[in-house]
């Protein structure tokens, strides 16, 4: 298993915020993950662990002992036959949607624009849309999802009923399991159609998201729309540091000096805007404080 030594989590996320971690596990494989998710859970109750980066808003304040790093652990990608395939948690949401359009299925295309791995993707139920008009969300794909329990010390298959998919939530971000993989079904789509899915979600991601120095996409599942627009006006603009974004407001954008007190007392104003008048509001971003 690769080691690496005081490593920068800035460097590791989206949003390009976060502070060291004496040491970042590089497992290259399922048996290594394993063997050091076990073994950190054992030790410190709990174990940060870290895929594309790209939901994550990291304390730049603190050094933390230990990170698992997904980056080569799960990589296996297996067509099981009928539109069925097996998707191992460490790959590349680009790299799976090429995957299955080569053997004439999909169904997923739109999350193309996702900077994310599928265990990532599969932890956070991501998808295109909010609550209320939601397009799809990967949820509708998985059949069934192999962890590793780490109470339990043992792997699991957990079919998609029993998973706790809900709007971008799972119960997997409970942190008592590692997604190793998940088997989903695919729908058929022909190369014309699943290019075009593609190129148009690019287009629209290129024209109406501002990604700045650094983003994490949306930063609440749930959140009163004009509320929040109201809230992004008022609040003080630091254009070089976090600010709510342009175009959408519920996405944060880092100007290139931002910092994580700076994202999380947005976070915070804008949670305690909306219960102060009685608006339900989620923050769908995963915080390691
Ligand atoms: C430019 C941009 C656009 C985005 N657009 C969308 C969008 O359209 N729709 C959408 O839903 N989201 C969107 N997002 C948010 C983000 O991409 C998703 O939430 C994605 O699912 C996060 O995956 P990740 O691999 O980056 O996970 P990370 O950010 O690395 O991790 C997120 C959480 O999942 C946990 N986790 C990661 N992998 C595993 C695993 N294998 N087992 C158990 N837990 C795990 C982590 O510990 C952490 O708690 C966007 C983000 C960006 C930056």
Redesign the pocket.
């Known amino acids: 298993m690769k080691i690496q030594k005081n490593v920068k989590l800035a460097t590791k996320?989206?949003?390009h915020i976060g502070g060291y971690t004496k040491i970042l596990y590089l497992p290259e494989n399922e048996e290594e993950l394993i063997h050091i998710a076990a073994e950190l859970y054992e030790k410190e109750g709990k174990?940060?662990?870290?895929?594309?980066?790209?939901?994550?808003l990291i304390n730049d304040q603190r050094e933390f002992e230990s990170v698992i790093s997904?980056k080569e652990a799960?990589t296996e990608l297996t067509d099981l036959g009928n539109g069925r395939f097996y998707i191992g948690?460490?790959n590349r949401i680009q790299k799976v949607i090429s995957f299955v359009n080569e053997r004439g299925y999909g169904g997923f295309e739109?999350?193309i624009?996702?900077?994310?791995?599928?265990?990532?993707?599969?932890?956070?139920?991501?998808?295109?849309g909010g609550e209320s008009a939601p397009l799809f969300?990967?949820a509708e794909f998985v059949k069934k999802v192999k962890?590793f329990n780490l109470e339990k010390k043992d792997i699991e298959v957990i079919v998609a009923n029993d998973c706790g998919f809900s709007h971008?939530t799972s119960m997997?971000?409970r942190?008592k399991?590692?997604?190793?993989g998940a088997e989903i079904a695919c729908q058929v789509i022909n190369d014309k159609e699943s290019d075009r899915k593609k190129r148009d979600r690019l287009t629209f991601?290129k024209a109406n998201?501002e990604?700045g120095k650094g983003?994490?996409?949306?930063c609440f599942s749930k959140c009163n729309g004009k509320l929040l627009r109201l809230i992004s006006i008022l609040y003080p603009k630091n254009i070089e540091g976090v600010h709510f974004g342009k175009n959408t407001c519920n996405?944060l954008v880092n100007g290139g000096n931002g910092t994580f007190e700076e994202a999380y007392k947005i976070i915070k104003t804008s949670e305690k805007v909306h219960k102060l008048l009685h608006q339900d509001i989620m923050c769908?971003v995963?915080i390691?404080k």
């Open positions: 996320t989206t949003l174990v940060y662990l870290l895929s594309g980066g790209s939901n994550l997904m799960c948690a460490s739109e999350l624009g996702l900077p994310a791995m599928f265990g990532g993707i599969i932890c956070m139920n991501a998808g295109i969300t990967i962890v971008r997997f971000q942190g399991y590692i997604i190793l991601c998201f990604y983003c994490f996409g949306s996405w769908e995963v390691w």
